[in-house]
């Protein structure tokens, strides 16, 4: 049992350093914010992103607060999918978390697993991740 722990977790940091390594974000691009985004300081480039994140493999989805909306998430922090480690196990992935995260969206790749959804949220920064959700957040 302990060596399959220890297996979910190395998965689980391969998969967080080829999602780093994938990642062809451009400074330049800007995110946009909508109802459930604020803008982050005097800059639109990053706003943050209040939601559900949910970690499973072939699956990094974050719902944002008061929408039926999904974005597909790439981590560029490489502590999105680690902090989703600390508070559930391999074998409970899937399970969502409350996720207060900073980053840009951007229209989502035409091919892969992000093609099913239209816009990925790029995370240059976790701010707040926890299993307590908020009721307006469920």
């Known amino acids: 049992m302990q060596l399959k722990k220890i297996h979910g977790i190395l998965l689980l940091l391969a998969m967080t350093?080829?999602?780093a390594c994938r990642q062809k974000a451009d400074n330049n691009e800007t995110g946009t914010a909508d109802?459930?985004?604020q803008v982050?300081?005097?800059?639109?480039?990053t706003v943050v992103f209040k939601g559900t994140y949910s970690f499973a493999p072939g699956a990094k989805v974050l719902q944002l607060c008061g929408s039926?909306?999904?974005l597909w998430a790439v981590d560029s922090s490489a502590q999105l999918?680690?902090?989703?480690s600390q508070i559930y196990s391999f074998e409970q992935s899937g399970t969502p978390v409350y996720a207060e995260?900073?980053?840009?969206k951007t229209k989502?790749?035409?091919t892969g697993e992000a093609a099913a959804y239209d816009s990925t949220v790029v995370v240059?920064?976790?701010?707040?991740?926890?299993k307590d959700i908020p009721a307006d957040c469920k």
Do not use: D, F, H, R
């Open 40 to 45: 982050v300081g005097k800059s639109n480039t």
């Open 101 to 104: 995260v900073e980053g840009y």
């Open 124 to 130: 240059k920064k976790v701010l707040k991740m926890t």
């Open 108 to 110: 989502s790749e035409n």
């Open 68 to 70: 039926k909306s999904q």
């Open 81 to 84: 999918e680690l902090k989703y």
């Open 35 to 37: 109802s459930t985004a």
């Open 17 to 19: 350093a080829v999602a």
